[in-house]
């Protein structure tokens, strides 16, 4: 499994565990804004993962799989992962 059908299966793992999962784009900012980075925050009460597309793959994919674990874990024990998942989300590094 490649990175990017990594993200793509941790983004897909989150929905159906509730997150909410929200993807920003390569927006043109004008300078002096501030930088988007992916990261989770809470939104009224709702638990949102942040998915900067102009953060480097690695990033995307810690920040959904720390999501998962801190967030999901429950909801991912007994049901199979493929084994790149299941080491990502357990905090193993695929690199």
């Known amino acids: 499994m490649d990175k990017a059908e ?3 299966t ?3 793992l989150a929905r159906e565990a509730g997150l ?3 993807t920003l784009g390569n927006e043109r900012w004008r300078e002096g804004d501030v930088a988007l980075v992916s990261g989770t925050c809470r939104v009224r009460g709702a638990l949102w993962v942040v998915v900067s597309s ?3 793959l690695e990033a995307q994919l810690e920040t959904l ?3 998962l674990r801190t967030h999901a874990s429950p909801f991912l024990e007994g049901r199979y992962l493929p084994p790149a998942v299941r080491e990502r989300v ?3 590094d695929l690199s």
Do not use: H, K, T
Request: net charge negative; charged share 30%.
């Open 90 to 92: 357990s905090g193993g």
């Open 54 to 56: 102009s953060d480097p």
């Open 10 to 12: 941790l983004v897909s």
């Open 6 to 8: 990594l993200r793509d």
């Open 65 to 67: 799989a720390n999501a």
């Open 20 to 22: 909410e999962v929200r």
